[in-house]
């Protein structure tokens, strides 16, 4: 079993579901006592979200990478970053590191192409929403469309992850928010959604809708763990 690197923190509710969804999906494949091979980083999330707030996204690119660079010389064999907005700086990071980072959206793509789905429905933070860093990856790579809210719901999505989701925060009233926004997604022609913040998971799952819901979180876990106990070359993502 090789060893996955974590970059966590941001939030540190979704880097909890990484580590137990990781150690849950290595006792399944290899059962008895087995766990994940897991080595994690996990920064100060404030110092992150006013840098994103800022625009400073070169400082957070600064940190970033030098704690990814913590995790390879810890002896992680390649990286997660563990949320899908700092992707925006992937490169950067994969840039000053020696170990392959399995990029996120490369994941989820591989996934929706895997089901046959062409046009998406893309939820996450007003940066993955706006941004081509995401959207723009899965249709260059995938040639899937993503499609996103108006302006209006983009607002209602970002706050509830910032102000809720990301400080432990779950409430009914947003969870029927977020429904409705994925009902008008569906209205346009997505035959999926992407829960594209890993906090999403924590609010809204399979069993509140019939929409086929991609689950980035999970995802990611999923090709990390295909990776750690096979022989895939991890570029497949990508």
């Not at 994925?182 to 799952?205: N, P, R």
């Amino acid at each position: 079993m090789k060893t996955i690197g974590l970059l966590g923190g941001m939030s540190w509710e979704s880097t909890a579901s990484y580590y137990k969804a990781l150690n849950i999906g290595v006792k399944q494949a290899l059962g008895g006592l087995h766990s994940a091979k897991v080595s994690l980083i996990s920064v100060d999330f404030h110092d992150i979200a006013l840098l994103q707030q800022q625009g400073d996204w070169q400082s957070a690119s600064t940190i970033l990478s030098s704690e990814a660079q913590r995790v390879e010389a810890s002896g992680a064999e390649c990286l997660l970053i563990c949320t899908n907005t700092m992707h925006k700086i992937a490169e950067d990071i994969q840039a000053n590191i020696n170990i392959p980072l399995l990029h996120i959206a490369d994941a989820t793509g591989a996934k929706l192409k895997k089901d046959k789905i062409k046009k998406v429905g893309l939820l996450g933070t007003k940066f993955t929403m706006t941004e081509e860093f995401y959207k723009g990856r899965i249709k260059e790579k995938f040639n899937i469309h993503a499609i996103v809210p108006n302006d209006a719901n983009q607002t209602i999505v970002h706050n509830i992850i910032y102000d809720e989701l990301c400080q432990g925060v779950i409430k009914a009233e947003s969870k029927q928010a977020y429904l409705s926004i994925i009902e008008k997604l569906v209205e346009h022609g997505a035959e999926g959604i992407i829960l594209g913040c890993t906090e999403i998971g924590l609010l809204v799952q399979q069993t509140d809708t019939e929409a086929p819901l991609y689950d980035t979180t999970q995802i990611h876990v999923d090709a990390a763990i295909d990776w750690a106990l096979n022989t895939n070359d991890i570029t497949q993502f990508r």
